[in-house]
T-cell receptor, first 114, second 112 residues
């Protein structure tokens, strides 16, 4: 059974650019959650999607957005990149509600903003 | 709002020694509690999950954790550390059917 796949694994952008990250969940999982991981702040929740609807949202500016497609694949976008957006972005999928169901994480997309 | 506190950003043990990683949580409703492990350049892997079925939860790789409601704690233990246990460990809480909130993580260092 394939795990959670995130692409790209590594990318470098410059300030002001935008970036799109992709996540393919485990087959049959309908919930996708996104987290930002940095050395100083740890893991911070970005948003969660279920059946193409954003069900929960963390405390991030509007530059951070996401969406989910009918096949449960998800993308997140960060516009007008800032140096502080450099981080490991982790996607996780679950059958349904993240609390009651186990979150399975992908390997992450490491974004470096120069 | 829920929160998680992991005591000690780094914990060092010798191979064969007891591993104890501390986690305290706050939650307004009975929570689900988790321990995850992260190896370098990888995502997070679930070690174990508390779901109220039993206060002592056994996980993979010989790890276990005990839920203590009176102390709002969910400490992770392993009787004998292996070199392969060196990694970063995260405690997380989810109140009910909600998203997970993670602690800052504890780096476990294992020396021969």
């Amino acid at each position: 059974k394939a795990g959670v796949t995130q692409t790209p694994r590594y990318l470098i952008k410059t300030r002001g650019q935008q970036v799109t990250l992709s996540c393919s969940p485990i087959s049959g999982h309908r919930s996708v959650s996104w987290y930002q991981q940095t050395p100083g702040q740890g893991l911070q929740f970005l948003f969660e999607y279920f059946s193409e609807t954003q069900r929960n949202k963390g405390n991030f500016p509007g530059r951070f957005s996401g969406r989910q497609f009918s096949n449960s694949r998800s993308e997140m976008n960060v516009s007008t990149l800032e140096l502080g957006d450099s981080a490991l972005y982790l996607c996780a999928s679950s059958l349904d509600s993240p609390g009651a169901n186990v979150l399975t994480f992908g390997a992450g997309s490491r974004l470096t903003v120069l | 709002a829920q929160s998680v506190t992991q005591l000690g950003s780094h914990v060092s043990v010798s191979e064969g020694a007891l591993v104890l990683l501390r986690c305290n949580y706050s939650s307004s409703v009975p929570p689900y509690l988790f321990w995850y492990v992260q190896y370098p350049n990888q995502g997070l892997q679930l070690l174990l999950k508390y779901t109220s079925a039993a206060t002592l939860v056994k996980g993979i790789n010989g790890f276990e954790a005990e839920f203590k409601k009176s102390e709002t704690s969910f400490h992770l233990t392993k009787p004998s550390a292996h070199m392969s246990d060196a990694a970063e460990y995260f405690c997380a809480v989810a109140p009910g059917y909600s998203t997970l909130t993670f602690g800052k993580g504890t780096m476990l260092l294992v020396s021969p």
